[in-house]
């Protein structure tokens, strides 16, 4: 009999777990922070001893760079260093470990073709096998890549902060967002589409590049011309027909539009009251007015892409007010903000989709001017500015020295020191999360806590075991006292069951392949549990269905009636004959008993609801570390 419950979002074992973790976490991140802060204090003391030696003096070296960092890429860096952070911190919502997967991105996906539905449930797989070291694992990724790309001194560290922002990215967007479900049905721009990972991927590769791809104009061009290409296509995707979007809500009822439904859907969102009312508002005036507000925004997505198609600064800054302005709206009134209710974990693409496009206004305009002699800025890289040649004359060609080079040859600079143990903090940070998720994606056994949220903790006795003596699947008679020596889970099968046993059968199959050579030492016995079927016939059935029978050490045993209503008595199991007759209710239960005869562990081993994946092998986690825990005592 079905006697699963299955998880909800929000389960409070989950959710503490959850939290624990982060907090255990968060110390060694401490730690971390604490480590360079003495080496960086050890450091300090060094300088200024060679510094007395020395004479008092610092030694003075040639600035690192001859131009501020570029508008454009300061814009990109600073903004996503902080849209990381506000990711990161989205992700410790209570709900995330359980919520993300079945509320965010299975539906998502579930629009697109087989072949990315394939693609997002092997992630799925990986994060509802163990959800709270990748929901955690999430959080510090994200957060760790924000401080990286805000901390990391310009050059080499800055440029690997990038990289690792786009291939997080990349991850997030394929297996998070199955591929922005640009191949989805009713995709759309107002609704994120490409995904708005997307755009963090490219705000990443544009700050992974040299600073030589900044000096001049070419690279704005080449951003706005990509933009322009992007927008006219999404506008030509807007105006396709028979996707829903021309339409709002049919005079005498009917199906809603696309758009209609979307905002409507948004309006309902768990928010504050005044923004409800902006969606629902704007739902109502798409109901009565689809085909216009459909004609206005294709008109604008078209009309935005040529501005930015010209390349021609004057003309794409008409494009950027307009496409700021157009991704404010879709952001509030369809978008909802992006992260209001539910699961949202970012803000939706329109903020990040305006940066990356602004961005490209900038480095068309804003190109960087080389410095005079001892400014601050220059001070703010590391060192004085020295005299630097004007533009145009033959040393302006001379290759830049790089701050790490410099340091091995005359000392680092205090400012480009710090930011450099900054960075390595960022990276620890990173990797804090990163190597739990390694290693949970390499054990294809779902995490304990699953198991302790759907049937409560072990409990633990120490009590003689009741004796029993019966025949298993082979003729063969087992009892209490053949068994001793042996650390046994013993259970209790209904052979004509379809739903719980099973399954309960298979999580003892696997058991038995996590114990390896502690094997030997384990026997596995289930006690039929039906008193309409108790012949070796059904149990063998049974043992041939679950392949069972390729189990060494697995005895199903039964016997006379009498003999299993004592066993089922004097275990304590309840055994129901349902009035149809069709089902058998009895108690989920495992008994684990030392090699004395001892009741040591009692588990409740209801596997939840047969759908729910989020409970694969979790039970047989918990009950193989209980069985080593007595073969190694």
């Known amino acids: 009999m079905n006697m699963g419950h299955g998880l909800s979002s929000n389960d409070p074992t989950v959710t503490a777990a959850f939290r624990t973790a982060l907090v255990h976490q968060f110390l060694v991140i401490l730690f971390l922070a604490a480590v360079l802060a003495i080496v960086w204090n050890s450091i300090r003391t060094v300088r200024y001893r060679r510094m007395v030696l020395a004479g008092?003096?610092?030694?003075?070296?040639?600035?690192p760079w001859p131009y501020p960092e570029p508008a454009a890429r300061r814009l990109l860096r600073i903004s996503f260093g902080l849209l990381?952070?506000?990711?990161?911190?989205?992700?410790?919502?209570?709900?995330?470990?359980?919520?993300?997967t079945s509320g965010v991105i299975t539906p998502s996906a579930s629009s697109s073709p087989s072949w990315v539905q394939h693609v997002v449930a092997s992630g799925v797989t990986i994060w509802n096998d163990h959800p709270v070291s990748a929901a955690a694992a999430t959080v510090w990724i994200q957060l760790g890549i924000g401080l990286f790309l805000l901390m990391a001194p310009r050059g080499r560290w800055s440029r690997a902060a990038g990289l690792v922002g786009a291939g997080w990215g990349l991850v997030v967007w394929v297996f998070g967002e199955g591929f922005g479900g640009v191949?989805?049905?009713?995709?759309?721009?107002?609704?994120?589409?490409?995904?708005?990972?997307?755009?963090?991927?490219?705000?990443?590769?544009?700050?992974a590049l040299a600073d030589q791809a900044w000096e001049t104009p070419r690279l704005g061009r080449a951003v706005s011309r990509i933009t322009g290409v992007f927008f006219i296509g999404m506008g030509i995707l807007e105006a396709w027909p028979g996707r829903g979007f021309w339409s709002g809500t049919p005079a005498g009822g009917g199906t809603q539009g696309t758009l209609t439904a979307m905002a409507t859907q948004m309006s309902q969102q768990s928010q504050p009251s005044v923004t409800s009312s902006w969606v629902r508002a704007f739902g109502s005036f798409d109901g009565d007015h689809g085909w216009a507000v459909n004609f206005v925004v294709v008109v604008l997505l078209l009309?935005?892409?040529?501005?930015?198609l010209t390349a021609r600064p004057r003309v794409v800054r008409v494009g950027v007010v307009a496409g700021g302005v157009l991704c404010l709206a879709a952001w509030v009134l369809v978008q909802d903000f992006g992260f209001l209710g539910g699961v949202g974990t970012d803000p939706n693409s329109m903020i990040p989709m305006a940066l990356v496009f602004t961005s490209g206004y900038l480095a068309m305009v804003k190109l960087p001017v080389r410095l005079p002699a001892t400014t601050p800025a220059a001070a703010a890289d590391g060192a004085p500015e020295v005299a630097v040649p004007p533009p145009g004359s033959p040393g302006q060609s001379a290759p830049r020295p790089d701050p790490a080079r410099r340091g091995r040859?005359?000392?680092?600079?205090?400012?480009?020191?710090?930011?450099?143990?900054?960075?390595?903090?960022?990276?620890?940070?990173v990797l804090v999360g990163a190597a739990p998720?390694?290693?949970?994606?390499?054990?294809?056994t779902a995490d304990p806590i699953l198991n302790e949220a759907v049937n409560g903790t072990p409990n633990y006795v120490d009590s003689p075991a009741p004796p029993f003596s019966l025949t298993d699947q082979n003729g063969a008679t087992v009892s209490l006292a053949s068994l001793a020596g042996h650390t046994v889970a013993l259970t209790f099968l209904d052979?004509?069951?379809?739903?719980?046993?099973?399954?309960?059968?298979?999580?003892?199959?696997?058991?038995?392949q996590l114990l390896?050579?502690?094997a030997a030492h384990v026997e596995l016995v289930a006690v039929v549990n039906n008193p309409l079927y108790t012949s070796p016939a059904a149990t063998a059935a049974f043992d041939r269905q679950e392949g069972m029978g390729h189990v060494p050490n697995w005895h199903f045993v039964t016997g006379p009636l009498a003999q299993l209503h004592q066993v089922w008595n004097t275990y304590g199991v309840e055994t129901q004959v349902t009035p149809a007759g069709g089902m058998i209710a009895h108690s989920d239960l495992v008994y684990v008993i030392d090699g004395r005869g001892h009741l040591r562990v009692v588990l409740t081993s209801d596997p939840g609801s047969q759908g729910d994946s989020a409970l694969h092998s979790s039970f047989a986690a918990i009950l193989t570390s209980q069985l080593q825990r007595l073969v190694h005592p």
């Open 56 to 63: 008092g003096t610092e030694p003075v070296s040639a600035a």
């Open 84 to 100: 990381w952070i506000l990711d990161g911190l989205l992700q410790t919502q209570s709900s995330m470990p359980l919520g993300l």
């Open 183 to 207: 191949f989805g049905q009713g995709s759309s721009w107002l609704f994120g589409s490409p995904g708005a990972v997307l755009f963090y991927v490219a705000a990443g590769g544009l700050i």
């Open 303 to 308: 009309g935005i892409g040529a501005c930015f």
């Open 409 to 429: 040859l005359t000392g680092l600079q205090p400012s480009y020191l710090l930011r450099s143990l900054a960075a390595i903090g960022a990276l620890g940070v």
């Open 437 to 444: 998720m390694a290693l949970a994606a390499t054990n294809s």
């Open 495 to 512: 052979p004509t069951c379809t739903s719980d046993c099973p399954l309960i059968a298979q999580e003892l199959r696997v058991t038995d």
């Open 516 to 518: 390896g050579a502690d």
